[in-house]
């Protein structure tokens, strides 16, 4: 399965420190990262990670890196979501891997998203409704909020949200968040007709190691941890995603 990570070359740290948490703490993950390219290649990340990597050169704006980096996959194939600055802190991987197998083994169209981090406004979206694998319980979620959470999407639904919006100003990634709640209404909800899930408890905690142009406390605290080179400035801040 491939993962789709949203970044640009600027970015090409985070990314290989996003990269290197998933080897941390996923080790026998079946992913190939889809890492988007401008300008620079990222050859530092080629070389650390070889053939779990897929260089996609893109142009620097929002929407046609996503055309790119879904170039080539199937409407129906599912991908993983995962936004370049933000990486794996803690995972019960043993968890992760029955939620990738459940996953992987749906063969409904309509099923068209599955988020397994227990956090924000995840608890209130869930409905009565579930199914039961491997101990664990995948409940059918009421609204499609949270778009930028790691989770597993059909490909499809990452196109047709995209294609909706307007280009961001550059270095202006709030635009995108504003255009979608608009009026209060998440456009994410003109596609509920399909199913939506949530895994019934939290697997994965995720942080941003960015926070504008530094980077954040944690994110610093997880490079030490992994062994990835820091090459920008840190600042005290601290963003977590619970």
Known sequence: MRVILLSYDANHE?????????????????????????TIYPSEIVERFGDKIEPIQTPSEV????NNLLQGIDDNE??????????????NA???????????????????????????????SITDESEEYKGLKFFKRRNTEHQWFCSFYRAKIIRQIFNELDEPRPGNMKDIDHQMERDNHSIFNDHKVGKWYAVDRNIMTQGESRYRSLLTKNGADSFKKLGCPIKSEITEHVRMIR
Not at 14 to 38: A, C, G, L, Q
């Open 14 to 38: 985070d990314i290989y420190h996003t990269i290197m948490s998933y080897e941390h703490h996923w080790p026998n993950n079946k992913f190939i990262f889809r890492v988007p390219w401008n």
């Open 63 to 66: 929407k046609p890196t996503i």
């Open 78 to 91: 599912w991908v993983l979501w995962n936004v370049g600055d933000f990486y794996i802190h803690e995972l």
């Open 94 to 124: 043993e968890e992760a891997d029955i939620v990738y197998e459940w996953v992987t083994l749906q063969d409904d169209p309509s099923i068209h998203n599955v988020v397994f981090s227990w956090c924000k406004g995840i608890p209130s």
